[in-house]
């Protein structure tokens, strides 16, 4: 007879590996595909109302504040003002650029002294006395050129997050996660009816309204969580697919895995107050699933390691444990589908598009181990800023990834060594994962990486 601690071990395990990483694959999955049933939502018309320009930096690049300024020079509804919270070296020819390429509009620029953004953001609100502001990062730029007169269109309106042009496989692979995140989290919640969360650059907010709410909420995540102040508050949030701001992606994958981790950190802070919050409960749920996706999927390596030792003891319950795979395996399956179906409308249903799936999947799985421990940061109340490189090469430091990889090398191997049943062997398999994807990166990723 089984040892009850044996099947405590196998289901904690077949949770850990399988059933909490299927919630953020198969929800947002399910909401995509239902959601195609449904027409999109459309932001019609728009506002003359006053509108600031809000931009937090620290020693960005300056032609990317030029190319900023361009970019805004073309809207039908020019901002009234462009307030830039600086910190680091280079604010007086960053504040020289926006003003020699955006001539009539006032510039402001100063030094924010802060440690996270969400301090810089309340800063520069203070300074600001129209009726709406956009908050809108360095590299990213909107895409139509009435872009800010759909902004004042609600008293919170979030944009679509549309790529920029890739340009190398890395690239397409982000960007594909990247859209498809704002396409399942937002556009198709959206047109099923759903509240929507305040998204982070590009999108606007009535400035009374932010006010009323104590303006941006001190936290690593500041649009999630001012999002629920919002929310809280009945504010009007509108959202529209042809409202389109085209996001700069992470250069290289330190890049994105130091992105990836201020957002793992983040969500932890952000699912707190979710849950502190006067929201309705299947809201609460909805946006939890939401804001724990970094920690449900990052657990996958302790659950597969308990597992594997089980099958190398020879102890592995495996009856138990299939029913927790076979939905995993579901997930994944139905993921995949989607991703697939969002890319056809790039590639067309291809195997083009098949392969940036795939990439994407790589990248994903890449991370895991490093999301895992940034997600125990969040628990452990780390709040410190840190900034997403947006230009040029970062040296990289994969320790987890590559202690992952060779863990889990080892323990596949020993299970093929100890058990030869087909059954016991297919829930261990996603181990091969992490080598395939670590070689993959290095052999083709990260070298096309280098020559762009």
């Not at 510039?107 to 009726?131: H, R, S």
């Not at 299970?415 to 087909?422: F, K, R």
């Amino acid at each position: 007879m089984m040892q009850w601690h044996t099947i405590v071990a196998a289901v904690v395990g077949a949770i850990l590996a399988y059933l909490l990483p299927s919630a953020p694959l198969l929800y947002p999955s399910l909401l995509y595909i239902v959601s195609r049933l449904r027409p999109a939502c459309k932001i019609v018309g728009g506002g003359k109302a006053g509108v600031a320009i809000i931009i937090a930096a620290r020693e960005e690049p300056i032609e990317l504040l030029e190319e900023l300024g361009r970019s805004l020079a073309k809207q039908t509804l020019k901002p009234r003002r462009i307030v830039l919270a600086w910190d680091g070296r280079g604010l007086e020819d960053a504040v020289r650029v926006l003003r020699k390429t955006i001539p009539d509009v006032e510039v402001e620029g100063f030094i924010a002294g802060c440690n996270n953004k969400a301090c810089a953001l309340n800063k520069a609100l203070a300074k600001v006395e129209e009726d709406y502001i956009v908050v809108i990062d360095v590299d990213d730029r909107p895409a139509e050129p009435n872009y800010l007169e759909k902004s004042v269109s609600c008293q919170v309106v979030i944009p679509y997050w549309e790529p920029q042009t890739p340009r190398s496989s890395f690239g397409e692979a982000i960007a594909t996660l990247l859209s498809f995140g704002s396409e399942t989290l937002y556009a198709s919640r959206c047109r099923l009816g759903r509240r929507l969360l305040l998204l982070g650059s590009g999108s606007s907010i009535y400035r009374k309204k932010l006010e009323a709410v104590g303006g941006f909420v001190d936290e690593v995540l500041e649009d999630i969580t001012t999002g629920v102040k919002l929310l809280e508050e009945n504010a009007d949030v509108c959202f529209g697919e042809n409202h389109r701001l085209r996001v700069g992606l992470p250069p290289n994958y330190e890049s994105f895995r130091r992105q990836q981790c201020r957002w793992a950190r983040g969500a932890i802070h952000a699912a707190a107050l979710i849950a502190r919050s006067r929201l309705p409960l299947h809201e609460k749920v909805e946006y939890l699933v939401y804001t724990l996706q970094y920690l449900f999927g990052s657990l996958q390596p302790i659950g597969l390691t308990i597992l594997a030792l089980m099958a190398i003891a020879d102890i592995l319950p495996i009856k138990l444990v299939l029913p927790f795979f076979t939905l995993w395996l579901a997930s994944t399956i139905a993921s995949f589908v989607a991703l697939y179906h969002h890319l056809a409308n790039r590639y067309g249903y291809s195997w083009k598009s098949f392969i940036v799936v795939a990439r994407a999947s790589v990248v994903a799985q890449l991370i895991l181990p490093r999301l895992l421990i940034c997600s125990f940061k969040g628990f452990l109340g780390d709040k410190k800023f840190t900034k997403t490189p947006k230009k040029g090469r970062v040296r990289e430091a994969l320790v987890e990834e590559h202690v992952w990889a060779i863990l889990s090398t080892i323990l596949l191997t020993a299970t093929l060594l100890s058990t030869h049943s087909l059954d016991t062997l297919l829930p261990i398999l996603p181990l091969a994962f992490p080598p395939l994807s670590l070689a993959y990166y290095h052999f083709k990723l990260r070298r096309e990486a280098v020559k762009t």
